[in-house]
């Protein structure tokens, strides 16, 4: 089953409407009490990351799958949102834009920039470094498969994990993201979650298997 493709946006727009969607795909699938739960709190993390994010955003959600798996989507594309947070970049150099203390805010931090529509990775990773700047490491971060990565990069949560993992004891930053993951609901719940990054789109895709 794919649910309805609904259109949300940081203005709040859209997110009863996709939670519904939520609760449709559980009921449609007649997903145990459990199962239905963590479909439900993993949507309301993305959305609530949707409210967070800065500027002017929109994007389309929607959830795929079957009574064995799901997949919950976000879509948007950089013409919907390009030249909405010009100023981000500068304002991460001055300090005022922290490092993000958890999963998801680090999660939105890599679609806020990547909005941005770089022309060069480099820039990107010029914060990111792979996934964020020098306090985060250089963890997750990877080419897609038969993409230039002048124009496409792919970030996964089961990458994140592993490096972040194999680094602690040797990284002060790998502890500090290690407890991020245990605190975070996404890393508890999901099986994986990616963050594709093409020239002129960005798409988040978080995994449940039941």
Same mark, same amino acid.
């Given at each position: 089953m794919k649910t309805r493709q609904i259109f949300v946006n940081n203005n709040g727009e859209g997110i009863v409407a996709a939670l519904d969607e939520t609760e449709n795909f559980s009921g449609y699938n007649h997903l145990a009490k459990q199962d239905a739960l963590n479909v439900r709190l993993l949507s309301e993390e993305t959305l609530g990351m949707v409210r967070a994010i800065t500027g002017e955003f929109s994007a389309l959600f929607w959830i795929e799958g079957d009574e064995n798996s799901c997949e919950i989507h976000l879509h948007a594309k950089t013409e919907m949102n390009r030249g909405k947070r010009s100023d981000l /970049?500068?304002? =991460?150099?001055?300090? %005022?834009n922290m490092a993000a203390k958890t999963l998801m805010? #680090?999660?939105?931090?890599?679609?806020?920039?990547?909005?941005?529509?770089?022309?060069?990775?480099?820039?990107?990773?010029?914060?990111?470094?792979?996934?964020?700047?020098?306090?985060?490491?250089?963890?997750g971060m990877e080419s897609m498969e038969g993409s230039s990565t002048a124009v496409a990069q792919?970030?996964?949560?089961?990458?994140?994990?592993?490096?972040?993992?194999?680094?602690?004891?040797?990284?002060?930053?790998?502890?500090?993201?290690?407890?991020? /993951?245990?605190? =975070?609901?996404?890393? %508890?719940?999901?099986?994986?979650?990616?963050?594709?990054? #093409?020239?002129?789109?960005?798409?988040l895709i978080i995994y449940k298997k039941f």
């Open positions: /970049l500068s304002v =991460s150099t001055t300090g %005022k805010g #680090k999660i939105r931090d890599l679609i806020e920039v990547s909005l941005e529509n770089y022309e060069s990775v480099d820039q990107l990773q010029m914060k990111y470094g792979k996934m964020g700047s020098l306090a985060y490491g250089n963890w792919s970030w996964s949560l089961a990458e994140y994990k592993k490096d972040v993992h194999d680094a602690m004891g040797e990284n002060q930053f790998a502890d500090q993201a290690w407890d991020e /993951l245990e605190k =975070s609901i996404v890393a %508890k719940l999901a099986d994986n979650v990616r963050v594709g990054i #093409k020239s002129d789109e960005v798409q």
